[in-house]
C-alpha cells in the first residue's frame, strides 16, 4: 500500500474537522488548531486510509494515531500493519488513549500492548472550581488573587480581540526576550506557536483572555473548543513575571469569562518539567488523560 502524508494546510481545516468529530475525546491531540500549528514543528501529516483519517510523520516514520471517521477501524489498522510490513518496519500507534487502546482490544485480543508516557498526560479540571477558587484546596491560590487584586487597583479582564491582539503579541514578544528562549529550542517552538496561534486567531476559530495591568497588556491565554462539546482546551498561558500573580488571575479569569460555557478545562500536559508538573497538580485536576506508545506484544 502506498501511503503519502500531507502536511495540514488551512484549506485543509473543513475535511479534517469533519474526520475529527468522530472523535470521542477531550485530548488535546485531537482539534485542527493544535494541530495545525505544532506541525510545522513535528513534521505531522495526515492521511485518509478507509475512510478514516490518521496523522503520522511526513518524512516517514511508522507511527500512527488511531484512526477516527466514519470508516471500517479494523480495516485502516490492517492497512497500516501492511505498509510498515513492507517496508520493513515495526508497526506503533502513539498518542493512545485508554479509550482507544479499549477499541483496539475489541479489534485484536491480546495482540497489543501500552506503555504510558506521565509526561503526555492532559491535565482536566472542572471549570467552575478554576473559577471560583472555593475551599480550603484553593486557599493559596485565593491568597494569589486577592493580593494581585490589592497591589494593582487599575486591572481589568479582557476578551482577545482585533482591538487588542497586536498587544498580545507584543506581551509575548517581552515574554520571549525575558525568559531566554533562542537558546532553548522547545520554548522558541513554543514561543513560534503562541505568535501564529495570535496572527491565525479568528481563521483558527481560537477563544482568548488578556490581562491589562496598569494599561498593559500583561497575560494573555488561548485556548478552542475540544472534541467533546463540555471542553475548552487550553494552548497557549503567558504571563510578565514582574507582574505578581498574573499568571494566577489570567487562569482565574479566563475559566471564568471563556470557560463558563464548558465543564472542564483541559490544560494540556507538563513534558515532564518538574515545576509546571507542581504548578498543574496545585490546581487539582479532576482527572489526567493518560497517552501511551502501542506495538505488537513483545516489540514494545
Known sequence: MELKMKRPEMEDREMLNRYLSYADTRSCEMVFGNIYLWSRFYNTGFAIVEDNLVFGEVDGVYSYTFPVGPGDKKKTIDALREHCKENGENFQLHNITKEDFAKLEELYPGRFEIKYDRNYADYVYETEKLAKLSGKKYHSKKNHVNKF???????????????????????????????????????????????????LYDELGF?????????????????????????????????????????????????????????????????????????????????????????????L
Open 149 to 199: 487584586m490589592s497591589l494593582y487597583e487599575d486591572w481589568a479582564y479582557e476578551p482577545i480581540t482585533k482591538d487588542n491582539v497586536e498587544e498580545c503579541f507584543q506581551m509575548i514578544l517581552e515574554w520571549r526576550h525575558e525568559n531566554g528562549c533562542d537558546g532553548d529550542e522547545e520554548k522558541n517552538a513554543e514561543i513560534c506557536v503562541a505568535q501564529n496561534a495570535l496572527r
Open 207 to 299: 477563544r482568548g483572555g488578556a490581562l491589562r495591568v496598569n494599561g498593559k497588556i500583561a497575560a494573555c491565554t488561548i485556548g478552542e473548543p475540544g472534541n467533546k462539546k463540555d471542553t475548552l482546551i487550553v494552548h497557549i498561558e503567558k504571563a510578565l513575571t514582574e507582574v505578581q500573580g498574573a499568571y494566577t488571575v489570567i487562569n482565574q479569569q479566563f475559566a471564568l469569562h471563556e470557560g463558563a460555557a464548558y465543564r472542564y478545562l483541559n490544560r494540556e500536559e507538563d513534558l515532564g518539567e518538574d515545576g509546571l508538573r507542581q504548578a498543574k497538580m496545585s490546581y487539582k485536576p479532576v482527572f489526567l488523560i493518560e497517552k501511551g506508545v502501542v506495538r505488537e506484544k513483545g516489540l
